[in-house]
């Protein structure tokens, strides 16, 4: 059977390939497993909780309406980090194509978690598509403004953790000349290096990387992961290392930090708005693809 929904996840099979494979859960809509050919491409922390009591730490939790915390914005600073879509519970729409098998999740301030829409009182639906090809994974969202009085403002972000075999042996290409923004020293940069490599905690934020950029992970010189994004202009790039990975507790093996890379293809840098009635639109696709390196 391609598609298995139990009461609190839904799994989906490829029918060419039965070790072919993506596990979401409800909570959250969050992907926390996708096996290609029976290899596992994502990182799922050993201490997740997969009861709906926390967001997952792992697979792809997705953030909306705000990304990380925001002190400005009168209306989205008083949610906590990261928003209410990772911990709220979606309804299962069910299967709309059978090869590749794709599926739909839904949410809306009636549905979602009553204690964070009571913090951010907006009208807005979601609904989520996850398409499992072949050797491909594809998120899609769309979030339409249902209110008919006023614009919808949000961030949008697809938080991936990717699985990588060292962080140390990693490197992310094709980001060469963008402007990012570094969360820990708070400073706007020019990325002047023509891959970026890890060895120590990295968080920053990849601004307007045009969509024909695509992101790939690069472990010894072969792509392991190549991230194509539609309508999302930004892209965090994020290894907590050492230090903020002890001070996780849902954070385990603490040696994971090495077998792990997050890029989250989002919309962070500023608010998409949305008039009334209206929607907006967006993708992350992963896939394995030949080396392609795009210099400046
Ligand atoms: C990343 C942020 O997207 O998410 C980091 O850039 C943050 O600053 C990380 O630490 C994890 O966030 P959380 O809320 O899941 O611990």
Redesign the pocket.
Known sequence: MAIEETDSQVILTHPDNKTTSVSILKYGATIFSWKLEGKEQLWLSTAAKLDGSK?V?GGI?LVFPVF?KNDSDELLSKLP??GLARNSTWEFLGQIKSNPPTVQFALNEKIANPELTALWKEKFNLILTVELGKDFLKTDIEVENSSNQRDLQFNWLF?TYLRIPDIEDTMVSNLTGMTFYD?LIKETIVDKHPVVSFNQET?VIYQNVDSDRVIQVVNQGNPIHTVKRVNLPDT?V?N?WIAKSAG?GDFEPKTGYKEML?I?PGHVHDLVKVAPGQKWQASQIISKDALNYQAI
């Open positions: 967001p730490r939790p990380g980090q990261h938080h969360q968080d965090v994020w907590p996780m997050c989250e």
